[in-house]
């Protein structure tokens, strides 16, 4: 069972910048895809950014430019930069890690991020 831990999120103004981290227990965490995603309020849960073990990034059209995904695989942890932030950047924010050896996906239990214009 692997245990996703988020923190850094917060409530920052429009245009400002937060980083959020999300440590993962377990040893094979370098073996992951780790991704963000977000669900704001009454909208459905949506993928931010992903990064695969080999370091491959993807983003939405949303927040390319403005958020970077990061991973430190020797901390077991993943980061969310995000820049320029945007009142409709509003919303939770998941960790997720996909294990694709055993067919599991995991989920942090969210941090919330609030900006305010």
């Known amino acids: 069972q692997v245990q996703l831990v988020e923190s850094g999120g917060g409530l920052v103004q429009v245009g400002g910048s937060l980083r959020l981290s999300c440590a993962s227990s377990?040893?094979?965490?370098?073996?992951?895809?780790m991704g963000w995603y977000r669900q704001g309020p009454g909208q459905q849960r949506e993928l931010v950014a992903r990064?695969?073990?080999?370091?491959?990034?993807n983003y939405p059209d949303s927040v390319k430019g403005r958020f970077t995904i990061s991973r430190d695989n020797a901390k077991n942890t993943v980061y969310l930069q995000m820049n320029s932030l945007k009142a409709e950047d509003t919303a939770v924010y998941y960790c997720n890690a996909d294990d694709f050896i055993d067919r599991q996906q995991y989920w942090g239990q969210g941090t919330q991020v609030t900006v305010s214009s």
């Open positions: 377990g040893s094979r965490f370098s073996i992951f895809t």
């Open positions: 990064i695969r073990a080999g370091g491959t990034t």
